[in-house]
Protein backbone atom coordinates (compact mmCIF):
# COMPACT_ATOMS: atom_id res chain seq x y z
CA UNK A 1 0.00 0.00 0.00
CA UNK A 2 1.27 3.27 -1.24
CA UNK A 3 1.53 5.99 1.79
CA UNK A 4 1.44 9.44 0.87
CA UNK A 5 2.50 12.56 2.95
CA UNK A 6 -0.12 15.34 2.16
CA UNK A 7 -0.31 18.24 2.58
CA UNK A 8 -3.83 19.99 3.59
CA UNK A 9 -6.39 21.67 1.41
CA UNK A 10 -5.61 24.67 3.15
CA UNK A 11 -2.54 25.36 1.37
CA UNK A 12 -3.82 24.30 -2.58
CA UNK A 13 -6.76 26.63 -0.90
CA UNK A 14 -4.20 29.41 -0.53
CA UNK A 15 -2.48 28.71 -4.07
CA UNK A 16 -5.72 28.42 -5.84
CA UNK A 17 -8.05 31.43 -3.84
CA UNK A 18 -5.07 33.76 -3.09
CA UNK A 19 -4.13 35.11 0.64
CA UNK A 20 -6.94 37.18 1.77
CA UNK A 21 -9.14 34.15 1.79
CA UNK A 22 -6.02 32.15 3.20
CA UNK A 23 -5.94 34.22 6.36
CA UNK A 24 -9.47 34.39 6.94
CA UNK A 25 -9.86 30.57 7.09
CA UNK A 26 -6.71 30.93 9.19
CA UNK A 27 -8.45 32.74 11.41
CA UNK A 28 -10.67 30.49 12.52
CA UNK A 29 -9.15 27.55 12.99
CA UNK A 30 -5.44 26.91 13.78
CA UNK A 31 -5.19 22.84 13.21
CA UNK A 32 -5.27 23.65 9.70
CA UNK A 33 -1.50 24.91 9.68
CA UNK A 34 0.02 21.11 10.54
CA UNK A 35 0.27 19.39 7.52
CA UNK A 36 -1.72 16.25 7.20
CA UNK A 37 -0.41 12.63 6.72
CA UNK A 38 -2.89 10.17 4.79
CA UNK A 39 -2.47 6.62 6.30
CA UNK A 40 -5.09 5.03 3.91
CA UNK A 41 -7.65 2.80 4.10
CA UNK A 42 -8.20 0.11 7.05
CA UNK A 43 -10.61 -2.30 6.69
CA UNK A 44 -12.23 -4.30 9.21
CA UNK A 45 -12.12 -8.76 8.03
CA UNK A 46 -14.68 -9.80 5.79
CA UNK A 47 -17.59 -11.07 7.19
CA UNK A 48 -20.67 -13.00 5.03
CA UNK A 49 -22.39 -10.00 4.44
CA UNK A 50 -19.15 -7.11 3.90
CA UNK A 51 -17.07 -5.39 6.12
CA UNK A 52 -16.41 -1.86 7.38
CA UNK A 53 -13.70 0.50 6.35
CA UNK A 54 -11.43 3.63 6.96
CA UNK A 55 -10.00 6.34 5.07
CA UNK A 56 -7.25 7.80 7.59
CA UNK A 57 -5.95 10.73 7.64
CA UNK A 58 -3.66 11.69 10.70
CA UNK A 59 -1.50 14.71 12.59
CA UNK A 60 2.43 14.48 13.10
CA UNK A 61 2.95 12.79 16.22
CA UNK A 62 4.87 15.75 17.43
CA UNK A 63 1.38 17.65 17.24
CA UNK A 64 0.18 18.31 21.08
CA UNK A 65 -3.70 16.75 20.80
CA UNK A 66 -2.80 13.96 18.55
CA UNK A 67 -5.78 13.59 15.46
CA UNK A 68 -7.07 10.85 13.54
CA UNK A 69 -9.64 12.16 11.04
CA UNK A 70 -10.84 10.76 7.77
CA UNK A 71 -13.80 8.71 6.70
CA UNK A 72 -16.00 5.98 8.11
CA UNK A 73 -17.63 3.57 5.47
CA UNK A 74 -20.55 0.93 5.86
CA UNK A 75 -19.69 -1.65 3.67
CA UNK A 76 -21.85 -4.31 5.28
CA UNK A 77 -25.29 -5.22 3.31
CA UNK A 78 -26.69 -6.77 6.07
CA UNK A 79 -29.64 -4.25 7.96
CA UNK A 80 -28.35 -4.67 11.36
CA UNK A 81 -24.40 -4.24 10.79
CA UNK A 82 -22.68 -1.21 10.63
CA UNK A 83 -19.31 0.28 10.64
CA UNK A 84 -17.22 1.33 13.64
CA UNK A 85 -14.02 2.71 14.25
CA UNK A 86 -12.08 3.84 17.49
CA UNK A 87 -8.42 4.84 17.90
CA UNK A 88 -6.25 3.80 20.88
CA UNK A 89 -4.06 6.20 21.89
CA UNK A 90 -0.28 5.30 23.46
CA UNK A 91 0.67 8.20 25.25
CA UNK A 92 4.36 9.84 25.41
CA UNK A 93 4.20 10.22 28.89
CA UNK A 94 2.95 5.90 29.38
CA UNK A 95 0.06 4.70 29.73
CA UNK A 96 -2.54 4.24 27.03
CA UNK A 97 -6.35 5.93 26.28
CA UNK A 98 -9.41 4.98 24.06
CA UNK A 99 -11.27 7.54 22.12
CA UNK A 100 -15.29 7.15 21.92
CA UNK A 101 -15.87 5.11 19.17
CA UNK A 102 -17.55 6.17 16.36
CA UNK A 103 -20.56 4.67 14.19
CA UNK A 104 -22.49 4.59 10.71
CA UNK A 105 -24.72 2.73 9.55
CA UNK A 106 -25.06 5.18 6.26
CA UNK A 107 -22.62 4.58 3.56
CA UNK A 108 -20.30 7.09 4.94
CA UNK A 109 -19.53 9.68 7.37
CA UNK A 110 -16.79 12.07 8.46
CA UNK A 111 -15.00 11.11 11.46
CA UNK A 112 -12.70 12.75 13.99
CA UNK A 113 -10.68 11.28 16.57
CA UNK A 114 -8.48 13.06 19.45
CA UNK A 115 -6.50 12.47 22.09
CA UNK A 116 -5.64 13.88 25.50
CA UNK A 117 -1.97 14.77 25.01
CA UNK A 118 1.63 13.50 22.53
CA UNK A 119 1.78 10.19 21.55
CA UNK A 120 4.26 7.82 20.41
CA UNK A 121 1.85 5.48 18.84
CA UNK A 122 -1.69 5.13 17.74
CA UNK A 123 -3.90 1.76 17.56
CA UNK A 124 -6.69 2.42 14.89
CA UNK A 125 -9.44 -0.16 14.85
CA UNK A 126 -12.25 -0.76 12.75
CA UNK A 127 -14.87 -3.49 12.93
CA UNK A 128 -18.19 -4.42 11.87
CA UNK A 129 -20.70 -3.43 14.88
CA UNK A 130 -23.74 -5.65 15.18
CA UNK A 131 -26.62 -2.85 16.38
CA UNK A 132 -29.03 -6.01 17.87
CA UNK A 133 -26.31 -7.63 20.22
CA UNK A 134 -24.25 -4.75 20.60
CA UNK A 135 -21.02 -6.00 19.99
CA UNK A 136 -17.84 -5.91 17.12
CA UNK A 137 -17.21 -8.46 14.53
CA UNK A 138 -14.51 -9.21 12.32
CA UNK A 139 -12.08 -6.07 13.78
CA UNK A 140 -8.44 -5.29 12.08
CA UNK A 141 -6.31 -3.04 13.84
CA UNK A 142 -3.32 -0.66 12.51
CA UNK A 143 -0.50 -0.11 14.63
CA UNK A 144 0.62 3.79 13.60
CA UNK A 145 4.15 4.86 14.52
CA UNK A 146 6.48 7.60 13.86
CA UNK A 147 8.63 4.73 12.80
CA UNK A 148 6.41 3.56 10.00
CA UNK A 149 5.84 6.68 8.57
CA UNK A 150 9.41 7.96 8.66
CA UNK A 151 10.26 4.75 6.35
CA UNK A 152 7.74 5.24 3.87
CA UNK A 153 9.32 5.55 0.58
CA UNK A 154 9.45 9.64 -0.54
Known amino acids: MRKNLVIGGLLAFVIAGGLPAASA ?4 T ?12 VQSRSGHHGYAKADVW ?13 TLYD ?16 YASGGTGWALP ?20 VDV ?8 RRTTLNCYADAITPAIIANWPQ
Open 25 to 28: HAST
Open 30 to 41: TRAAAPLIHWGP
Open 58 to 70: ITPFTAETFVVSG
Open 75 to 90: RDAHSGHCAYVRARFH
Open 102 to 121: KTTCASKKPIRLSSDGRIKR
Open 125 to 132: KVCVYDRS
